[in-house]
């Protein structure tokens, strides 16, 4: 019987070995991972979650890396009707946005980490001069349509559904303890 090489080890077929080897580098290097993997694995920035704000569902594509969130929505030439962008600090604190390379007139809800929103302010649209939180609470931000806020009734002391918000970030990847949500 011919050997790979001898050594102290134990012996393997040439054969064994080739057929082990192809087995893994299928595995890891072809992606034939079970397919329960595959739904995690489609979820990434440009996904759209369903996420509530009173009686509302908006779409929003979750911003959870400074990457994501420092690209936000510059760029795009349009916005779908109740969709948007949301923001996700690790931590709370006063929010700035501006509007650099942005064409869509837009508005942003401050929430706190329950999910209260606070503040909503217009951002126009090219606007690098920025628009800030007043308070220092701050751990989400939501980017909407112009108007979408006050055209749905959705104003400071509504809530943002929390539940929805950690089926998103896990679906993403991302573990909710990284982020500052309260229970």
């Known amino acids: 019987m011919q050997y790979c090489h001898e050594s102290n080890?134990?012996?393997?077929?040439?054969?064994?070995l080739l057929l082990l080897l192809s087995v893994l580098s299928c595995a890891f290097f072809t992606g034939c991972q079970p397919e329960a993997n595959t739904d995690i694995a489609s979820a990434n920035?440009?996904?759209?979650?369903?996420?509530?704000?009173?009686?509302?569902?908006?779409?929003?594509?979750?911003?959870?890396?400074?990457d994501e969130q420092r690209q936000g929505l510059m760029f795009r030439k349009e916005l779908p009707e109740n969709h948007g962008m949301l923001f996700l600090s690790e931590r709370p604190r006063k929010q700035g946005f501006w509007m650099k390379n942005t064409s869509l007139p837009l508005d942003i809800g401050f929430f706190e980490s329950g999910g209260r929103l606070v503040e909503v302010h217009k951002l126009f649209p090219f606007d690098e001069?920025?628009?800030?939180?007043?308070?220092?609470?701050?751990?989400?931000a939501i980017e909407t349509k112009r108007d979408w806020y006050a055209d749905n009734n959705i104003r400071p002391g509504a809530q943002l559904d929390m539940e929805s918000l950690r089926a998103a970030i896990i679906e993403r990847g991302f573990s909710p303890a990284n982020f500052a949500i309260e229970d």
């Open 9 to 16: 080890r134990p012996n393997f077929n040439c054969n064994t």
């Open 45 to 66: 920035a440009k996904t759209y979650f369903p996420v509530q704000i009173e009686e509302r569902t908006l779409q929003l594509q979750l911003a959870l890396t400074l």
């Open 129 to 140: 001069s920025g628009v800030a939180s007043r308070s220092d609470q701050i751990l989400i």
